[in-house]
């Protein structure tokens, strides 16, 4: 019995031994296609995204060609090896393997084609303001599973491209234009067109509106005591690099209320108040009204 085992021992060492040099080349190559699928990733990143000016398509075909690399030269290893038979088995039980994995990693399957359907169709770009499901957000980045998003708050959002795909939507700054509106109130005797060419004569010195789509200001309805005016204007959000876009169509119209508001005020112009008028039908009430002589 001990001669049986020291017998097996010695020929599986034997083997070992005799497997060095495979191992070392099956190794090599795996060192050297997963370099290549590395240093490939990183060179499509810099070199095309410059060229394609479409980081989402860079970063998507990077990867799989990448995870590509990698798998030619682990089934390179592995055939260097000798295990190409069960290689073979493998694959021929591929179809039965497929049916259970793809039960198994459905979502991350359903991800990953709809992470290739959004570089296909180029909703959206990296830098791009967009909204889905709620999540409101800068893209950052998009690869084979997940689009990361970073808000206003910023808060990293990682949204699975599938949701993405069956939800709507809504890209802020696909050509970097957004419109903003706001509604204030004027009394009812107000010159209201007087009021309405003050403002616009205002927004025109706003270098931060643009010309083209031209701001106006227009009528919007009549309230119980009010007037009421509602100002729209245009801004390129992709303008300026001096602070965030998500921030600066805002920024732009919060100043461009409290211009409007001063503005009108130092014209003249009322902001009414609510009215209310009280009736009591009781009884009437006698008020004695005295004038008082300077």
């Known amino acids: 019995m001990k001669d049986q085992l020291q017998n097996t021992f010695l020929e599986f060492w034997n083997t070992i031994i005799g497997m060095i040099p495979n191992i070392i080349s099956a190794l090599l190559v795996m060192l050297f296609f997963f370099l290549l699928g590395h240093y490939t990733y990183r060179l499509i990143e810099k070199r095309f995204s410059a060229k394609?000016?479409?980081t989402v398509v860079t970063a998507l075909t990077a990867g799989i060609v990448k995870w590509v690399l990698y798998l030619i030269g682990l089934i390179a290893a592995v055939d260097i090896l000798g295990f190409s038979g069960i290689l073979s088995s493998i694959i021929a039980g591929a179809g039965i393997s497929a049916i259970i994995f793809g039960f198994a990693f459905k979502d991350i399957a359903e991800n990953f084609l709809a992470g290739l359907f959004l570089a296909a169709n180029r909703p959206f770009k990296i830098g791009n303001i967009i909204e889905v499901d709620g999540f409101k957000g800068t893209v950052k980045g998009?690869?084979?599973?997940t689009t990361h998003i970073r808000n206003v708050e910023g808060k990293d959002i990682y949204i699975p491209n599938s949701i993405i795909i069956k939800n709507t939507l809504v890209n802020y700054t696909k050509d970097g234009l957004l419109r903003q509106e706001f509604t204030l109130g004027l009394d009812i005797p107000s010159d209201v067109v007087q009021?309405?060419?003050l403002i616009m004569?205002?927004?025109?010195t706003f270098n931060e509106i643009l010309k083209k789509p031209e701001p106006n200001v227009i009528t919007s309805d009549i309230g119980d005591f009010t007037v009421n005016i509602k100002v729209l204007f245009w801004v390129d959000i992709l303008k300026s690099k001096l602070e965030s876009p998500a921030f600066?169509?805002?920024t732009v119209r919060s100043k461009v209320i409290n211009d409007v508001k001063d503005l009108l005020l130092n014209k003249g112009f009322n902001l009414p108040s609510p009215i209310r008028e009280l009736?009591?039908?009781d009884q009437p009430i006698q008020l004695n009204?005295?004038?008082?002589d300077k």
């Open 195 to 197: 009021a309405k060419v």
């Open 142 to 145: 998009l690869d084979l599973r």
């Open 201 to 204: 004569d205002h927004l025109l």
């Open 52 to 54: 394609w000016k479409e």
């Open 248 to 250: 600066l169509g805002m």
């Open 289 to 292: 009204i005295q004038h008082k």
């Open 279 to 281: 009736k009591v039908y």
